[in-house]
Antibody
Framework: QLQLQESGPGLVKPSETLSLTCTVSGDSISSTFFYWLWIRQPPGQGLEWIGSISYTGSTSYNPSLKSRVTISVDTSRNQFSLRLNSVTAADAAVYYC????????????WGQGTLVTVSS | EIVMTQSPAILSVSPGERATLSCRASPSIGSNLAWYQQRPGRAPRLLIFGASTRATGIPARFSGSGSGTEFTLTISSLQSEDFAVYYCQQYDNWLTFGGGTKVEIK
């Protein structure tokens, strides 16, 4: 059974870089059928797509965040990662990793989410 | 950018009754629409994709319909576990979510 698990610091200082990792278990990240994504949800608000990556490293990013986001993949560890630089209070959110099919961008599996707070 | 608008923001329904949730897309997205359920403190769960296809393990009381710009999620007889927030999401062009509909107990 596929499981996704986010990990990383729960507290980031303003202007610094948020770094999270998603570990995939129960299936290989090196599948041509799937892409791997980051989604975030500020407290009490809706969902926002951050970006996605294939096992080959092909990426796409939300235009509103593109200048600050880098998503990378490590197939040897079955992980993919998110870096968001120059964070502000507006970046505080629950961050989810998820999976979508290569051919369609609906999300069939999600991690449990990790809360990131931005504060000095 | 494709904008997704959900209504109502809050829907009060009694257990056992039918719930009808709406999602509007601008511009048209064909049938490239998914619905998700999010219970408090939990990650979203895929209910419907392709506007009307139930995901694996989703009960038959959940149904989706619509195409183009108008979509509906119907829960035929609300169970206690169905009181949650529901999001629609388009995947015709990148990926964007609606603002959500909270289904609460009347």
């Amino acid at each position: 059974q596929l499981q996704l698990q986010e990990s990383g610091p729960g507290l980031v200082k303003p202007s610094e870089t948020l770094s999270l990792t998603c570990t995939v278990s129960g299936d290989s990240i090196s599948s041509t059928f799937f892409y791997w994504l980051w989604i975030r949800q500020p407290p009490g608000q809706g969902l926002e797509w951050i970006g996605s990556i294939s096992y080959t490293g092909s990426t796409s990013y939300n235009p509103s965040l593109k200048s600050r986001v880098t998503i990378s993949v490590d197939t040897s560890r079955n992980q993919f990662s998110l870096r968001l630089n120059s964070v502000t209070a507006a970046d505080a959110a629950v961050y989810y990793c998820a999976r979508r099919y290569t051919s369609a961008w609906f999300l069939d599996s999600w991690g449990q989410g990790t809360l990131v707070t931005v504060s000095s | 950018e494709i904008v997704m608008t959900q209504s109502p923001a809050i829907l009060s329904v009694s257990p056992g009754e039918r719930a009808t949730l709406s999602c509007r897309a601008s511009p048209s997205i064909g049938s490239n629409l998914a619905w998700y359920q999010q219970r408090p403190g939990r990650a979203p769960r895929l209910l419907i994709f392709g506007a009307s296809t139930r995901a694996t393990g989703i009960p038959a009381r959940f149904s989706g319909s619509g195409s183009g710009t108008e979509f509906t999620l119907t829960i035929s007889s609300l169970q206690s576990e169905d009181f949650a927030v529901y999001y629609c999401q388009q995947y015709d062009n990148w990926l964007t979510f609606g603002g959500g509909t909270k289904v609460e107990i009347k």
